[in-house]
């Protein structure tokens, strides 16, 4: 029973663990959809975010906080940059964050060979990971504890913004403003809010929740940098905020589905099936939700016309 525990609360507490960096960028994502703008970008901030923080733990002596600001200014920047091309200068929205996410591999990779004369790795002993954070329960349920073993700030502030994003959405007039934008520009326009700002400020904000997720691959479980860090996070996001409909709430429901698909595949590694069969697991489980997905929304705009008909013969 013990072993059977074990082997739970690790599986639980690595779901956690590899839902964080998801919830982050796809809550990134919800809220640029609220405002009507495609953010496809997030996989290129997560490589950014998470080689600045290394490049600043490193030359700071490991110094965290520096590392943890130098990842978040450093998404925050390249969103900020990307939303100027997206918004002033109309450029494409996936043409122009497909370019950010491949520029981010080809820069990054040259700057670790700048700083570190390195290829595909950075590790070093002087440089400090995310404290992790001991439960305040650990003394008098030390089972349950087990659970929430190795999470660190980050990851507990990941669950924070998804309801602070809900309230701000859904309860006060800013975020009014912004699900207005998704809905109807002209129409937010003519009630004199500012969209062009609106939408710069909150890619500028995504940046910060891409920035977390980035220090969170690089200094969290572990405390490096490895070409390809990100591994197709950023994507796994914008299909979490797809299943979740850009809801906050339902989106972090979304993200604890595929941290546990992550989790599981990461636990099957070490039984008899093939590596790559356990590796495939999020992605696969990504495919098929995105499938899943796509019907359910069809069938239900389909049952909403058919409703609009019904309801119009009615009438008449």
């Known amino acids: 029973m013990n072993f059977q525990w074990s082997y739970i ?24 959809a609220k405002s009507n703008v495609f953010n496809i970008a997030m996989e290129g901030c997560l490589t950014i975010s998470a080689f600045f923080a290394i490049l600043a733990n490193f030359y700071s002596g490991g110094n965290v906080l520096l590392a943890v600001i130098s990842g978040v200014v450093s998404s925050m920047v390249v969103c900020f940059i990307l939303s100027l091309l997206i918004v002033k200068l109309k450029a494409s929205p996936v043409v122009s964050g497909m370019a950010v996410n491949t520029l981010s591999n080809g820069l990054t990779i040259y700057l670790m060979f700048v700083f570190f004369k390195k290829k595909g790795l950075i590790v070093d002993p002087i440089m400090k990971g995310l404290s992790k954070i001991t439960p305040f329960f650990a003394d008098y349920f030390p089972e349950l504890a087990q659970c929430f073993y190795g999470l660190t700030i980050v990851d507990y502030l990941s669950w924070i913004i998804a309801i602070a994003m809900y309230i701000l959405l859904y309860k006060t007039v800013v975020g009014f403003h912004i699900r207005s934008i998704g809905i109807n520009e002209n129409a937010a326009k003519s009630l004199g809010i500012n969209v062009d700002r609106y939408k710069i400020t909150v890619m500028t904000l995504s940046g910060i929740l891409c920035g977390l997720a980035g220090v969170l691959l690089s200094m969290g479980s572990v405390t490096l940098f490895i070409q390809g860090i990100s591994s197709g996070k950023g994507y796994i996001a914008m299909t979490a905020n797809n299943l979740g409909a850009s809801n906050p709430l ?15 595949g990461s636990f099957l590694q070490q039984t008899s099936l093939k590596g790559q069969i356990t590796g495939s697991i999020p992605y696969v489980m990504t495919i098929i939700a995105s499938i899943a997905s796509s019907i359910w929304l069809q069938k239900r705009k389909e049952r909403k016309v058919k409703e609009a008909l019904e309801g119009q013969k009615k009438n008449d």
């Open 9 to 32: 609360s690790a599986i639980i507490a690595s779901t956690l663990r590899t839902c964080s960096p998801i919830l982050l960028c796809a809550l990134a994502a919800a809220i640029c």
């Open 250 to 264: 339902a989106v972090s429901l979304a993200s604890l589905f595929f941290g546990v698909c992550q989790a599981v």
